[in-house]
């Protein structure tokens, strides 16, 4: 099939010099990369826009070449933004697709354009530029998650719920306390993102297909009017390196693995058996067959999209392996790895912040769970340690004698009797019930970064601080 279509078409408009005749259909469905990058279009103006510029303060082009072309680009970026462009896949990418209808518009001066440029720095510079975008809105969306956390901790600084390890019953901790651990999480992927903008903030443009070229260019005049801290240095590493696309995924990918924790988390709380939280209506679905069901759709689906980036991540490190340098085609398909799981982190971000701000706290709840299980076992055997002089071992062992009476006759520990207690231990005081209950427990965990009240309030203004 590829035979009988080949000779139908013409020879690339933009590179067929040495070429009889255009490319195989299949050719030109694997090499077409428009369909897609297309999403590129205002950068690769922008860029072109700096280029042109920079061209005709330099001499390179005259000035009146670059008034056209820059007002050529200007209508391009109309006509696309209005709906009115028609990309073609003859032309393969967004780069040619531009440059090919500023020909139509402006004629020959559009040849002009490409001088001292590739398009393969060129790519780098579009796909940078996105990038960096992406990364300023990721940051605004953490900001909004972080905010939506500090108000709930806020809220919640007193009200105790169990804390788990092993998904067990371990110590009674606060909500507040529980919703600043996801604080920190989110505040450190905020400074990922911090530091992958900073690490992509160098211009490519100018790198040209490799060597770098041999007209007076000026990278430091493109480079400040596209907003980059300063030109890169090696023009080799420039068009091969992708690290700013891998470290966005890596980034996202964290955020995401995050975000499904905090997903799981919602799930189990807002189970019957759980019932540590209601959903909003607006975040959860019902059942077509139980009508009793409220699912927590949302939550469900951000703890999936996690898969996707983490697939994305994974794709565009397999396709970046071993690649020689420069410059290979292989590198044409970082873009919808990155496109997707941007578009999949930014829904994420929102439904997890809308969940968070609109999930009704059943405090009465969490506070029947936290004292369940013995969870203030711990603070009696604190409590033999500081009150009556035991080593710490002695104490685990006087009160899993204490866990095992009262498990026995199917209470709490604070409803044993100061009689049962003594008998197992003499030195043990009416004292020791200011321990038992999980509110003293918490109050008591004042070591720095603990969950007593007052220091999780501490934690929630040093975050204030910062936001
Ligand atoms: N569409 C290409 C990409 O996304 C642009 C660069 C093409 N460069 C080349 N030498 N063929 O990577």
Redesign the pocket.
Known sequence: MAEDTKDELTSNQMWGGRFASGPAAIMEEINA?IDF?KKLYAQDIRGSIAHATMLAHQGIITAEDKDKIVHGLNTILSEIESGRFEFSRRL??I?MNVEARLADLIGPAAGRLHTAR???D??ALDFRLWVKEELQRTEIALTSLINAFLDRAEEHAETVMPGFTHLQTAQPVTFGHHCMAYVEMFGRDRQRVRHAIEHLDESPIGAAALAGTGYDIDRHMTAKALGFREPTRNSIDTVSDRDFALEFLAMASITATHLSRLAEEIVIWSTPQFGFVRLSDAFSTGSSIMPQKKNPDAAELVRAKTGRINGSLVALLTVMKGLPLA?S?D??ED?EQVFDAAESLELALAAMTGMVRDMTIRADRMRAAAGAGYSTATDLADWLVREAGLPFREAHHVTGRAVALAEGKGCDLAELSLAELQAINPAITAGVFDVLTVEASVASRKSYGGTAPSEVRKQIAWWRQRN
Do not use: F
Request: hydrophobic fraction near 15%; charge should be neutral; avoid cysteine.
């Open positions: 990369s990058d393969e990418d780069h590739s398009r393969n060129q790519v410059y085609k590198m044409q873009k």
